[in-house]
Antibody, heavy 120, light 107 residues
Framework: QLQLQESGPGLVKPSETLSLTCTVS??????????WVWVRQPPGKGLEWIGT???????YYFPSLKSRVAISVDTSKNQFSLKLSSVTAADTAVYYC????????????WGRGTTVTVSS | YVLTQPPSVSVAPGETARITCGGD??????VHWYQQKPGQAPVLVIH???DRPSGIPARFSGSNSGNTATLTISRVEAGDEADYYC???????????FGGGTKLTVL
């Protein structure tokens, strides 16, 4: 059974780069059956899609974040990662990783989420 | 593409809750629904408009017609109290869209 676990710093300074990793267990990150997704949720607000990566490298990003975000896959570690540059307080959120079987499909499996606070 | 959900829905235990998700010609797209309880990750409750993942009670059902997709929860229980989000993949712009979420309160 596929399981996902987010990890990374809980505190990031304004203007710096937020870096998170999602470790996949119970399945291969390089499987052509999966798409890997990052979603965030600011405090007290709704879910916001950040981006999706396919195992073969195709990436799709939320338009308003596209200039600051990069998602990549590390097959050697069975992980995928999120980098968000030039962060501000508005990037404070719980960050979730998830997976989907198809690009238009649902996010079947979610990590538990990790809280990232942007503050000096 | 914008998905519009009512901010809140209230229902008494045992009654039926209907949570709507409005979008332009949404019936042409596949809609997925998530339940999120406080402090927890979202859980998929309906996918591809009408299908229930394994482990989701049959009390949860979905429909999608015209400009509105609907999540229906029959015989509502106290444990159904949560936030519910609709979601779809928008093409050809190629991105995920979430609705703003609906807080279901069980009276």
């Amino acid at each position: 059974q596929l399981q996902l676990q987010e990890s990374g710093p809980g505190l990031v300074k304004p203007s710096e780069t937020l870096s998170l990793t999602c470790t996949v267990s119970g399945g291969s990150i390089s499987s052509t059956e999966y798409y890997w997704v990052w979603v965030r949720q600011p405090p007290g607000k709704g879910l916001e899609w950040i981006g999706t990566i396919y195992s073969r490298g195709n990436t799709y990003y939320f338009p308003s974040l596209k200039s600051r975000v990069a998602i990549s896959v590390d097959t050697s570690k069975n992980q995928f990662s999120l980098k968000l540059s030039s962060v501000t307080a508005a990037d404070t959120a719980v960050y979730y990783c998830a997976n989907s079987g198809t690009l238009s499909g649902p996010m079947d499996v979610w990590g538990r989420g990790t809280t990232v606070t942007v503050s000096s | 593409y914008v998905l519009t959900q009512p901010p809140s829905v209230s229902v008494a235990p045992g009654e039926t809750a209907r949570i709507t998700c409005g979008g332009d010609n949404i019936e042409t797209k596949s809609v997925h629904w998530y339940q999120q309880k406080p402090g927890q990750a979202p859980v998929l409750v309906i996918h591809f408009d009408v299908d229930r993942p394994s482990g989701i009670p049959a009390r949860f059902s979905g429909s999608n017609s015209g400009n509105t997709a609907t999540l229906t929860i029959s015989r509502v229980e106290a444990g159904d109290e949560a936030d519910y989000y609709c979601q779809l993949w928008e093409s050809p712009s190629d991105h995920v869209v979430f609705g703003g979420g609906t807080k279901l309160t069980v009276l």
